[in-house]
């Protein structure tokens, strides 16, 4: 920074504080108004922009056959299902779950309609007769017939008799997401007058539970979370300078900075979404770190002096630079994250990036006015030389210098191994176990793998390629090779196809006859069966969600119990590979695909946000340092940190997913704080004739416990992650914080015993 820029900032903050203390109320006031902008969205489409192929995909669709999200009831019985008590309890939550808000269809056993022929007859009725249900006998036949059936078992009941399954499925507007948390409470209406019916649990599961859940426990974290980092942070401030104000100025920092970020989701439209609750923990530790480092230098030459004028001076023509630096470095690792094609990713970092820049200027506005307005006693002793007396730092660094060759040779064995260990690990995804084991929708989803076999899946949109296509017996043989390939996959639990109703139509077209249950040779046929069928429905209960109204294109919906991003991506490109082969041409959509396919993208977003950081990041610090030297070594401190992290996920067996890859462009920012302080403050002293070793003395013993303090707050802020509810928050917090754990270690023993490498030590 130039020194004439740089004085007139210092003599402004110095001699204007009140005016200083007023452009921060005015830039604090100015955002107040957007504040009610701010919106949430929890939905599966908030991942990606609206120009990606697979939201295009998604929303032909949606377009052609409705939302494919539907909000399941599953209701668990501890005795078989077909008797007259449940199935009246059964009809009557069905009909009630058509009052759910934004509910359109509502699908089970009891409104299920199915094709037969009596006599001379085909009847097209519901499976059930609802004035029957209260007889045993009947019942007992239909609990037969029901798991005889081809669609019913797996999908309406479970295969042995004890559970069955409400679909409400959601409405379709394209101007706006469902509200998740008004659905799942409205399901939950519904089931009230049931919770303490004896031996009957109730599993709320299918999308709109699930972006609830992630809704509500990521608010508990949020306001878990952030109140016990307030609370670590004002114990390690007043532990460091046992002073109101000193405590005062980091908070008064913290909060303008959170508002302001905060009032800049109204101002750039973006939304509220699971990714944007770590945004105030980054805010807090970054907003702590840069007020410590010129409160540290204050209190220092205070303790000397006793002039508050001349310490505030100092402090700021001290660290103003390297704040400047600091800032700008860790808005280069946040402003990386734009790049990424999911959405949530991008718009964190534009947030985070702008959060840091309004945090280092409330932190310039404000801490010099409060330091000089209320602070009229000299302090007693230097708190560096309190905590890091000069004769115990000489002795370490001798320590170092000595064995600096065999540092430097561990570092490079460790890297090595943990290098390797990075590239061992795998880049997969499951939303379900982003909940602790006890979570209602955990054990909702174990109870559905293990008596169902997965209620969900993939979405079809399988295009005969010509209008009324899809009556032709040819395209429809096609399909059903296809599901029956799909079905003797152990891991599909069903295919739902309208072919189930075209060889069900069939068969009461011949009588019953079993070998009729087939589709039609005739194309002609095959209209009028569906045509029939349809027109026995009631209202609401038609096939435009199984087929298009130029019956061009159907719908075929796979319930299969895969849940990993990894195997649900390698189970669609078998898929879609086999029904190449056979001809047919299909795409993938829906909600749970929608996210896995997120994969790709997690990929992108962490090497190209690496290499945009490191590239910006190193030419920043050899134009700074103006010394290529100094600029690669202020790398290596922060590089192996994020190495070391990706090697103990593997360690730990935990997969890289989308907190993860994020992790490395954040901790890449902030990291590289610390070496700026650290090597800024070196290259002063060389420059002033100082040798190495007194150089590196000065540095630890005035600069030492600002980074120490500035690390042991940020690492505090983002472990306490580890006692947060939602799994991706827990494994973002604690690789943050063993990344910057390793990243001190580096700055305080590989950087020195490097630069004890260099010439003139003496």
Known sequence: MNNQIRNRLV???????????TIALIIFLSGLPFLSNTAMDFSAKVWF?????????????????GNDEAATLIIESESDIFNPKFMNMLSDLTEKMWKVPEVMRVHSLTNFYWTRSFEDEILTEEFLYSEKINDPIYLTKKREEALAHKVIPGYYVSEDGKSASIYAYISHNPDQHPDYAKITQGLKEVTKDYDNEAGITFHYMGQPPLSDRFQ??????????????????????????????????????????????????????????????????????????????????????????????????????KNL????????????????????????????????GIGTALAFLYTYLITIPFLLIFNKNKTKESLNAKALPENAVRAYLNFVRKYRLFIIVGCCLISGTFTYLAAMNEINSDPYTYFSKDDPISKGNRFVLNTYGGVGGPELIVDSGVPGGITSPEFLYKVEEFQDWLEEKEYVNKTVSITNIVKEMNQ??????KEFFRIPEKKDLIAQELF????????????????????????????????????????????????????????????????????SYVVYTFFTSIAMALLLITGIMIFIFKDIRLGLLSLIPNVLPIIFGAGALTLLSKPIDIGCAIVASVTLGIAVDDTIHFLSHYNLLRRNGMNVYDSMVKVFTSTGLALIVTTVILVSCFGLFMFANLTPNINFGILCALVLSIALVCDLLLLPAIIFCFKDQE
Not at 508 to 513: A, C, D, R, V
Not at 578 to 590: D, S
Request: aromatic content about 12%; proline content about 3%.
């Open 532 to 599: 029939m069928y349809t027109m026995s429905l009631p209202v609401g209960m038609d096939l435009n969600n199984r087929m298009d109204l130029a019956q061009q294109k159907l719908r075929l919906s796979i319930l299969w119990s895969l849940q990993t991003s990894k195997d649900s991506l390698k189970g669609v490109e078998d898929y879609e590979k086999k029904a190449k082969e056979i001809g047919l041409n299909v795409k993938t959509t829906g909600k749970p695909i929608l996210f896995h396919r997120m994969n």
């Open 216 to 317: 509500k426990v990521s608010f508990d974290d949020l306001f878990t979370m952030s109140p016990l980092l307030m609370l670590l942070v004002i114990v390690y401030l007043v532990f460091c300078f046992r002073t109101f104000i000193g405590v005062l100025i980091p908070t008064v920092v913290i909060i303008l900075s959170l508002v302001s970020t905060t009032c800049l989701i109204g101002v750039f439209g973006y939304t509220v979404n699971s990714l944007t609750f770590v945004l105030p923990s980054i805010l807090i530790a970054i907003s702590v770190a840069d007020s410590v480092h010129l409160m540290a230098a204050f209190y220092d030459e205070f303790a000397k002096t006793g002039d508050r004028f001349h310490s505030c001076t100092h402090s700021l023509r």
């Open 321 to 352: 630079w390297p704040i400047f630096l600091t800032t700008f470095s860790t808005m280069i690792g946040f402003f990386s994250l734009y790049s990424s094609d999911i959405k949530p990713v991008a718009d964190l970092g534009v947030l985070a």
């Open 508 to 513: 009461s077209l011949n009588e019953g006859k």
């Open 11 to 21: 003599d402004f903050a110095v001699l204007h504080k009140y005016k200083c203390l």
């Open 49 to 65: 922009a609206s120009h990606d192929p697979n939201i295009k995909t998604l929303e032909t669709f949606e377009k052609t056959f």
